[in-house]
């Protein structure tokens, strides 16, 4: 097992690295402090996922591209939080609705320290985001974790706490491809529900049966059979864009390919699914194009209505989200 980190840039006076863990049979991770960013996934030397051209890239616009995107990865309607009889006002950077944290931890530089041993190598970064950032009340302390073992497993652990009640649903943000395009994978979802969407991205219908629609992954299927479908959510947002409640079997989700298989378990009540339907080969991200990779976002499912229960965090309550990718 070897860890190692090369810095390849500045941003705010903080010191930009890029982080490599290796295990013994070659498997590469590649990590930036920047965002506590997922950047690449190397399996015989093939990459698992979408990535940029250079380390460089990530902090030049925004791109969500392995990022760690909080304190809410996501919509939140009218930018509105409703607790009791107070509402919280959070930026609109999405029409009427708040997306993504505002400026969100996928933006900031976070300090990282690293540990190597016969079984696993291991990144720890650390960010402490202050009360009143993006409008969300609490000084808040997050904790992630990545760690690679021999039989090929990437683990991600998202701990956080805050000294003030808040808000709190963030997720890696990885685009999986497995060396194709997503269109070229074949999903299975441990879902026997899934949210429809509006225009603005956000649920308006409550939970509906995958049954008999496009979005019955749970025996999995070729993506590109509910690409290709003339289903009116699909056209809506142009490809898949819907969180997927999880039905507590594990795994959640597998991904495969012609040549390899992504096995994922995680204690999220859900999976947001979204095939980089917006990419068109512009931009900094010019090397990546629609349907090019697939998320997998564990998280709790957006809210239809501004009262957030499910993500409200108590003074000092302690949040902990696992994520386990096994790569073969």
């Given at each position: 097992m070897k860890t190692s980190f090369i810095k390849y840039g500045v941003k705010d006076g903080q010191d930009l690295c890029e982080i490599s863990l290796e295990n013994d049979h070659g498997m590469?991770?590649?990590?930036?402090?920047?965002?506590?960013?997922?950047?690449?996934?190397?399996?015989?030397?093939?990459?698992m996922i979408l990535s940029l051209n250079s380390p460089e890239d990530y902090s030049k616009e925004r791109n969500f591209l392995g990022g760690t995107v909080g304190r809410i990865c996501g919509r939140v309607r009218l930018g509105q939080w409703k607790h009791g009889n107070h509402i919280y006002q959070l930026p609109k950077n999405d029409g009427e609705n708040h997306i993504h944290g505002g400026i969100g931890t996928d933006m900031k530089v976070w300090n990282f320290k690293l540990k190597n041993s016969d079984q696993e190598s291991q990144a720890d970064l650390f960010l402490f985001d202050s009360d009143g950032d993006n409008g969300y009340p609490g000084n808040m302390k997050l904790h992630v974790t990545y760690k690679l073992d021999n039989k090929n497993n990437v683990s991600y652990?998202?701990?956080?706490?805050?000294?003030?009640?808040?808000?709190?649903?963030?997720?890696?943000?990885t685009y999986f491809n497995l060396g194709e395009k997503a269109t070229d994978l074949n999903l299975q979802l441990a879902a026997d529900y899934y949210l429809p969407v509006g225009k603005d991205g956000l649920p308006n219908q409550g939970m509906q049966s995958v049954e008999n629609t496009v979005f019955d992954f749970r025996q999995g299927k070729k993506i590109a059979e509910t690409l290709g479908s003339d289903d009116?959510?699909?056209?809506?947002r142009n490809g898949l864009d819907h969180p997927f409640i999880l039905n507590g079997m594990q795994p959640a989700a597998i991904l495969t390919s012609d040549k390899h298989k992504m096995v994922m378990t995680t204690n999220a009540p859900a999976i947001v699914t979204y095939t980089?339907?917006?990419?068109?080969?512009?931009?900094?991200?010019?090397?990546?194009?629609?349907?090019?990779?697939i998320t997998l976002e564990a998280q709790c499912p957006p809210a239809e209505g501004i009262n957030l229960g499910e993500i409200t965090l108590l003074p000092y309550e302690e949040f902990e989200r696992k994520i386990n990718w096994n790569f073969s």
């Open positions: 590469k991770v590649k990590l930036l402090n920047y965002g506590a960013t997922l950047e690449k996934v190397l399996l015989n030397s093939e990459n652990k998202l701990e956080a706490v805050s000294d003030q009640l808040t808000i709190f649903n963030p997720a890696n943000h009116s959510q699909i056209k809506l980089a339907n917006h990419f068109n080969h512009t931009g900094i991200a010019n090397n990546i194009g629609q349907y090019d990779g």
